[in-house]
């Protein structure tokens, strides 16, 4: 969609911004609208590519696959964050990277798509934007820890996490956290807290596990 479109500056303009400007409409309706269609076809994608699953495993990967993390990621991938119109205080508070914000931009965008250009142009392109993620659903924060640990204990592989940097004033900081199989570091990550980071760095080492089998040194 152009940055021309009524709707989009409509889907990017944040709450904060619309009551610092004395605006009437913000980007919550749309992001209603979004939640909604995304819902719907991300839930038809898995129903047709998984004929085997019950209720409840479809249930769970709808879930990973639009969970704030998830969605976050994908905003930031198509650079919504930098588009956005925020107020002065959601600026300074580092709103545009914020995985709230991200994602219901997200969701406020696909609703304006789908006001603009009707089902089946909206259908192509959540198709086209989630396909290659419904066979390997994006891992949630608050479970890569867990699961990275539980992955290593499988193959006898000891994991770490390793305090990089710590950056930025004491009342905005920003960690890096390294997360060490065996010793090697295979995930970095960047948070406003050790948790956050730390989470961050566990998904990067999850996913380099899974996917590139890595053995470990014993």
Not at 150 to 173: K, W, Y
């Amino acid at each position: 969609m152009p940055d021309s479109s009524p709707l989009l500056r409509l889907a990017l303009t944040h709450p904060s911004y619309a009551h610092e400007q004395g605006l009437r409409e913000t980007n919550q309706r749309l992001e209603f609208l979004g939640d909604a269609v995304l819902g719907l076809f991300v839930g038809e994608m898995l129903y047709h590519r998984f004929p085997d699953l019950p209720e409840g495993e479809l249930t769970m990967r709808r879930a990973a696959l639009v969970c704030e993390e998830s969605l976050a990621q994908i905003a930031q991938a198509q650079g919504l964050g930098s588009r956005l119109r925020l107020g002065r205080g959601e600026e300074q508070s580092g709103g545009r990277e914020k995985p709230s914000v991200l994602a219901d931009t997200f969701e406020a965008v696909l609703g304006a798509r789908y006001l603009e250009h009707g089902i089946e142009e909206t259908r192509n392109w959540v198709k086209e934007t989630f396909s290659p993620l419904l066979d390997h659903p994006p891992l949630p924060l608050r479970d890569a820890r867990s699961r990275l640990q539980e992955l290593a204990q499988d193959r006898g592989l000891a994991v770490e996490f390793r305090l990089l940097a710590q950056d930025g004033p004491p009342h905005r900081p920003t960690f890096t956290m390294a997360a060490l199989i065996d010793g090697a570091e295979r995930g970095r990550g960047d948070g406003s807290s050790k948790q956050e980071a730390t989470a961050k760095a566990a998904a990067v080492a999850y996913r380099a596990l899974k996917e590139q089998g890595f053995a470990g040194s014993r």
